[in-house]
């Protein structure tokens, strides 16, 4: 996979589409609900608004979302050309010197066009993730070949005071799940009941009292994504491991967090 043994220095970047994500969401919510009156579907949640994928609303929302997606694949690649060329700069040297190669880049909270084992028979399913990410198992014809053996790269990230994890996808997953896993630990507090709650000095003084640095643009950032406005994220990758939906594989800890 190429992180070899302790004490190598890794860069986690977590990004995605911004607010166009949200925007081509809210939108789709309006379409969707009115489409669903049409087509007589119900739902518990408006949450779970959904269409017919055929339907104009449906291959509407499925464009807005590849475009959002592309979006943030971009910004994902932005960040990491610089951060590669800060690297250099800092060690006084080249990115491929440094072998500074990208592990892997996933999407998540993404549909995604698969096949999939339904009442044992292969259908061809839209499998739309939220609040997870892809997960499959070794020797599935979607991964890429360095990966094989191992099964998919799962990227969880942790917050700015705890560790993140690097899983891999298993077979019982994809029987059970889709092939799909958590991609992190969730909000335990709202970005509102984070900001009322938390004082921005003392989480700034309990990083620095684990030897955290960080580069905040805004306060707000920092009691926003302060540890205790996640639940934790051990617990959540301890449940998946020992679901056999995903595979314990590689820890990090934080050193330095930026966040923009």
């Given at each position: 996979?190429?992180?070899?043994?302790?004490g190598q220095v890794c860069v986690m970047i977590h990004s995605g589409s911004r607010g166009f994500g949200h925007q081509v969401a809210t939108d789709a919510?309006?379409?969707?609900?009115?489409?669903?009156?049409?087509?007589?579907?119900?739902?518990?949640?408006?949450?779970?608004?959904?269409?017919?994928?055929?339907?104009?609303?449906?291959?509407?929302?499925?464009?807005?979302?590849?475009?959002?997606?592309n979006f943030a694949w971009v910004n994902r690649s932005s960040m990491t050309f610089l951060c590669r060329q800060a690297f250099a700069k800092a060690f006084?040297?080249?990115?491929?010197?440094?072998?500074?190669?990208?592990?892997?880049?996933?999407?998540?909270?993404?549909?995604?066009?698969?096949?999939?084992?339904?009442?044992?028979?292969?259908?061809?399913?839209?499998?739309?993730?939220?609040?997870?990410?892809?997960?499959?198992?070794?020797?599935?014809?979607?991964?890429?070949?360095?990966?094989?053996?191992?099964?998919?790269?799962?990227?969880?990230?942790?917050?700015?005071?705890?560790?993140?994890?690097?899983?891999?996808?298993?077979?019982?997953?994809?029987?059970?799940?889709?092939?799909?896993?958590?991609?992190?630990a969730g909000r335990a507090l709202s970005r509102a009941k984070s900001r009322r709650n938390i004082d921005y000095h003392d989480v700034l003084d309990r990083?620095?009292?684990?030897?955290?640095?960080?580069?905040?643009?805004?306060?707000?950032?920092?009691?926003?994504?302060?540890?205790?406005?996640?639940?934790?994220?051990?617990?959540?990758?301890?449940?998946?491991?020992?679901?056999?939906?995903?595979?314990?594989?590689?820890?990090?800890?934080?050193?330095?967090?930026?966040?923009?």
């Amino acid at each position: 996979m190429g992180i070899d043994g302790k004490g190598q220095v890794c860069v986690m970047i977590h990004s995605g589409s911004r607010g166009f994500g949200h925007q081509v969401a809210t939108d789709a919510l309006v379409a969707m609900e009115k489409a669903m009156k049409r087509d007589k579907i119900d739902v518990n949640d408006r949450q779970l608004a959904c269409a017919r994928i055929s339907s104009q609303e449906g291959q509407d929302y499925l464009k807005s979302m590849s475009a959002a997606a592309n979006f943030a694949w971009v910004n994902r690649s932005s960040m990491t050309f610089l951060c590669r060329q800060a690297f250099a700069k800092a060690f006084n040297t080249t990115p491929d010197d440094l072998d500074m190669h990208v592990i892997y880049d996933v999407s998540h909270n993404i549909a995604k066009t698969e096949t999939h084992i339904v009442d044992g028979k292969e259908r061809t399913l839209l499998v739309h993730r939220k609040g997870s990410t892809r997960a499959f198992p070794p020797h599935h014809p979607l991964i890429p070949v360095d990966y094989q053996l191992t099964g998919q790269p799962v990227l969880i990230g942790g917050t700015m005071g705890t560790c993140s994890y690097v899983l891999t996808g298993t077979e019982q997953g994809m029987h059970e799940t889709f092939g799909s896993t958590c991609h992190g630990a969730g909000r335990a507090l709202s970005r509102a009941k984070s900001r009322r709650n938390i004082d921005y000095h003392d989480v700034l003084d309990r990083l620095q009292q684990q030897g955290i640095s960080i580069r905040v643009a805004s306060p707000k950032l920092v009691m926003e994504e302060a540890p205790e406005s996640y639940k934790n994220v051990t617990d959540v990758v301890d449940t998946c491991h020992a679901a056999g939906i995903s595979k314990k594989c590689i820890k990090l800890r934080p050193i330095a967090v930026i966040k923009g």
